[in-house]
T-cell receptor, first 114, second 118 residues
Framework: GNSVTQMEGPVTLSEEAFLTINCTYT??????LFWYVQYPGEGLQLLLK?????DKGSNKGFEATYRKETTSFHLEKGSVQVSDSAVYFC?????????????FGKGTKLSVIP | GAVVSQHPSRVICKSGTSVKIECRSL??????MFWYRQFPKKSLMLMAT?????????EQGVEKDKFLINHASLTLSTLTVTSAHPEDSSFYIC??????????????FGNGTRLTVT
């Protein structure tokens, strides 16, 4: 079956530090990959996505590259801000799944301190 | 961009009562809506998938008689927690898939509902 594995948190960084949140997946075929962000007390917002191998998704300074060979989609940001404090979810959707259902990782909580 | 409105954002109810949560797609038609439950420090647990005009498909272990889902139109789905108990207290989030979306289209999420049962 499909699964997503994220690095366990919480992750605490100082402002302007480099961020990496690892994400690996297991799926048949070529899934689409997503990163969602959840700010405290809110729902999920799409951060970025990639739909095929070697695609790079980017948004708000965050990047993730779809690596088929390592089945990974690690999230990176060169310089984090306090406002980036949130929970980050890696997710996949398998082609032909029919219902467009997402499979989520367990989430990684990021705290950025001034 | 696509907006999903979820209401209420917070609700407190007494044990034994029922609570209805609404999920509306404001600027697009949603053929499929999903209901998730989020436990503290845990990921999202998919509860059910609802398709407009048909019965919802529930995930294993989710009581369909307790969590009633109705998807009467392409812009509205409701989740009713019946005879709520304190263990039903949680954060419930809906999401919607656009009618003309593809597998590459992201889901759009509501802001969630914090349910507290006393």
């Amino acid at each position: 079956g499909n699964s997503v594995t994220q690095m366990e948190g919480p992750v605490t960084l100082s402002e302007e530090a480099f961020l990496t949140i690892n994400c690996t997946y297991t799926a048949t075929g070529y899934p689409s990959l997503f990163w969602y962000v959840q700010y405290p007390g809110e729902g999920l917002q799409l951060l970025l996505k990639a739909t095929k191998a070697d695609d790079k998704g980017s948004n708000k300074g965050f990047e993730a590259t779809y690596r088929k060979e390592t089945t990974s989609f690690h999230l990176e940001k060169g310089s984090v801000q306090v406002s980036d404090s949130a929970v980050y979810f890696c997710a996949l959707r398998r082609p032909g799944a029919g219902s467009y259902q997402l499979t989520f990782g367990k989430g990684t909580k990021l705290s950025v301190i001034p | 961009g696509a907006v999903v409105s979820q209401h209420p954002s917070r609700v407190i109810c007494k044990s034994g009562t029922s609570v209805k949560i609404e999920c509306r797609s404001l600027d697009f038609q949603a053929t499929t809506m999903f209901w998730y439950r989020q436990f503290p420090k845990k990921s999202l647990m998919l509860m059910a998938t609802s398709n407009e005009g048909s019965k919802a498909t529930y995930e294993q272990g989710v009581e369909k008689d307790k969590f009633l889902i109705n998807h009467a139109s392409l812009t509205l789905s409701t989740l009713t927690v019946t005879s709520a108990h304190p263990e039903d207290s949680s954060f419930y989030i809906c999401s919607a898939s656009p009618k003309h979306g593809t597998v590459n289209s992201p889901l759009h999420f509501g802001n969630g509902t914090r349910l507290t049962v006393t």
